[in-house]
């Protein structure tokens, strides 16, 4: 199956298709389509989903994904991988915590076809947004690029919002407060692995160390330390996809013991070690729509 890379930090194209030029495929970075206009039937992961004018599609890495065209479709596709979302931290500490969210997020969405946009006024604001930044790449006047660059910002942000009002979908209301508490701080910690130990978090949250992962568990289908370890190896796998960090790098980053901690976990996690994997994804597809 083709598989296709992004060789920059975030990239925009805009195309008026009868017929979608490539069967399934998948994508080591993000894209986000969004229909101008048009309809069809957007394929991912053998699910289907009728589209049309104002829809927005999230579509995350390694998903499988084509479109049936049915009708003449514009499409606006805006590409971006983990590497560009974490290259807008800034030196203000909510504002990178807030990024760590966002990247969290983004890599939890649904794998499921459908509009992203759940919340009506976010559609009309994502639609002047992309006017702006067709208007801009048509015209390109002055700063036209860091325009485009703030808006795509502010797009991502939107989707952000979008997927957190849906997420996460197994959790019941009388607990759900608690749980995304949880979930919150997991996230913002997940680099402080002094904080991300379970006598540290029932203190935080008042739930008593022998009852804290059985109460995750039960809420969210998932033991707590194993979902700080899976989270932690889809970062690491992003890591080893998107940038050129050393092992070793990454593993004091993210709090491993040593690399063949490391080494053992993600070789139960994706079946090889970080190092194969990453020579796995070395083989690069142009991208051309």
Request: aromatic share 10%; proline share 3%; glycine share 4%.
């Amino acid at each position: 199956m083709q598989r296709e890379s992004l060789y920059q930090p975030f990239e925009i194209a805009h195309r008026e298709l009868d017929v979608c030029p490539k069967s399934a495929h998948k994508h080591n970075f993000f894209e986000l389509v969004y229909i101008a206009g048009g309809t069809g039937i957007q394929c991912i992961n053998d699910n289907h989903f009728s589209y049309h004018t104002g829809h927005m599609f999230l579509i995350t890495p390694e998903d499988c994904h084509s479109f049936e065209i049915e009708t003449t479709t514009q499409f606006v596709f805006i590409r971006f991988n983990d590497i560009y979302v974490k290259a807008q931290r800034r030196d203000d500490i909510r504002h990178m915590e807030w990024v760590k969210k966002m990247e969290y997020i983004l890599h939890n969405a649904s794998h499921q076809p459908g509009c992203i946009l759940c919340n009506p006024s976010d559609k009309i604001l994502v639609r002047t947004m992309i006017d702006s930044i067709l208007g801009e790449l048509a015209h390109k006047q002055l700063y036209h690029y860091e325009i485009v660059s703030q808006l795509v910002n502010a797009i991502i942000a939107v989707v952000t919002r979008n997927i957190t009002m849906t997420l996460p979908t197994r959790i019941c209301e009388s607990t759900e407060n608690t749980i995304m508490n949880i979930l919150n701080y997991v996230q913002e910690n997940i680099y402080r692995a002094e904080q991300l130990r379970l006598d540290v978090i029932s203190d935080q949250f008042g739930i008593a160390d022998g009852y804290l992962s059985r109460y995750f568990k039960k809420h969210t289908g998932q033991n707590l330390q194993q979902y700080i370890i899976n989270y932690k190896l889809k970062l690491v796998e992003t890591r080893l996809q998107h940038s050129d960090m050393r092992i070793n790098e990454i593993v004091n980053e993210l709090g491993f013991t040593d690399e063949s901690h490391l080494n053992r976990l993600f070789k139960k996690y994706k079946g090889v070690s970080p190092s194969i994997f990453r020579k796995q994804q070395l083989r690069p597809v142009s991208l051309d729509n």
